[in-house]
């Protein structure tokens, strides 16, 4: 069994993403002992943002790529090896802006290809990755699972819609939210978060 962890924050020790998704994946190892993790810190090693360039990079030929070019193809290349081979996803991915950290756009722009990890048909798009799990490790300042502000929620509404084009269904959400509301409510949702985290570790296994 694979499992992929992926950062995204750029908070370092204070993100709330990366200790609730350090808790994920170590529930995870507890449970299935051979569990190989691939670990990948978007905040750390950002791939750059699709260009022109790039995009060119994948049509042509290997000979007439450039040296930037032939780095960025095999950049796609392991990105798109790594999500493919793995049974687990584990993705932390906080609210910035209502949205989600560029950076983890920027990894969605390499696995989201049309061929590879989807197709389109004449009714439409078809996932060509389905067949595992994503754990959404969210974690947001305010408060949008309910409320005034749930249309402002592009982060987990977009995260599963962009899944769900690869064809990936099996999506579930362990959030801390209103995170920025006060230090109490801060470490209740923490709290809570970690609670929901060894739970879904229990129901999964
Ligand atoms: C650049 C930036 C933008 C943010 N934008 C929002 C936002 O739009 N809405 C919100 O509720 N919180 C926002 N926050 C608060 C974060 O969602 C919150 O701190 C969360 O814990 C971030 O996850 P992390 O701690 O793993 O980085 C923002 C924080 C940063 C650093």
Redesign the pocket.
Known sequence: MKLLHIDS???GD?????EIGREVVGQWRQRHPGIEVTYRDLAVHAPGHLTADSLAARQATPEQRSPEQRAEVELGEELLREFLAADVIVL?A?????SIPSQLKAWLDRVLVAGRTFKYTEKGPVGLAGGKQVVIVS????V?SEGPAQAMDHQESYLKAALGLAGITEVRVIR?EG??LGPQQREQAIAAALDQARGLSRKAA
């Open positions: 924050s750029i908070l204070h993100s709330v993403t990366r932390g906080p609210m910035y802006n209502f974690s947001r300042g305010g949008y801390a995170v920025n």
